[in-house]
């Protein structure tokens, strides 16, 4: 792991983490937590302490953009690489196809859950996702998420997927796990509607030279220009001024 402004980063590469996590599906359930992690939620931790303190409990934080990648490696671990939430997604599906491994979908619109499952049975075949949820924009009572967490575990889901926003994404990951009975429970942001095709993604070469952020606000101005204009800035300031303290390491 990597130290990323007091975010404990994971330091290799999508295919070491998926390794780790079919080993681990193959133990006891823990409900353990997994995060796809770019620079917005790092920098959103370093003004939300409660936020911080819940990402630091996860499992795993993957490393969802190459700023985050970057600064791993001026730390020193050269094997770092980006593990795209979508991408991560994407492997644990068709990792999983034969091994009868329950998937469930929560997040996304009304439809769009259901529309994903359509779209891993024709492109890999799985068939094993045994629940679908689209959260409402409120937070949820008590009551409500106890009687999702109970369709989690009836449908003796195995992974649970939320796809909403950080930090709302990440809160409501770790609330559910008090309750919930699974291998693990994965952040992974717009993954569901970039699969679904409701929003298009960057090209792999813009992903890998780190402006996925800028095609992105390009298609979405009013939505992401006040995210991405507090973001950039802040994550290198950040940087910066650890490097100064003498933390950068």
Known sequence: MVNVLDIKMFDKNLNHAIEIINEELKKDRLNRLISATGAHGIVHSNKDSEFKSILNQFFL?????????????????????????????????????????????CGGKTGIPEKLKEVWIAKYGNVNIVGTYSPPFYEMSEEEILELAGDINLKRTDILWIG????????FAYRLSRYTDVHFICTVGAAFDFHVGHVKQAPRWIQ???????????L??????????RIVPMFIIYNILEFLKGNFK
């Not at 979508?86 to 999983?96: G, V």
């Not at 979405?220 to 204009?229: D, I, N, T």
Request: with cysteine.
């Open 208 to 218: 890998n030279i780190g402006m996925e952020w800028m095609f992105r606000l390009i």
């Open 164 to 171: 909403i926003s950080t930090p709302k994404q990440e809160k």
């Open 61 to 105: 934080n993957l490393p969802d953009g190459m700023p985050v990648v970057w600064v791993g490696k001026l730390k020193g671990h050269k094997r770092m690489e980006r593990c795209c939430g979508t991408d991560f997604f994407d492997e644990m599906i068709k990792s999983t196809v034969n091994s009868g491994i329950n998937h469930y979908f």
């Open 220 to 229: 979405e101005p009013k939505r992401l220009w006040k995210r991405y204009a």
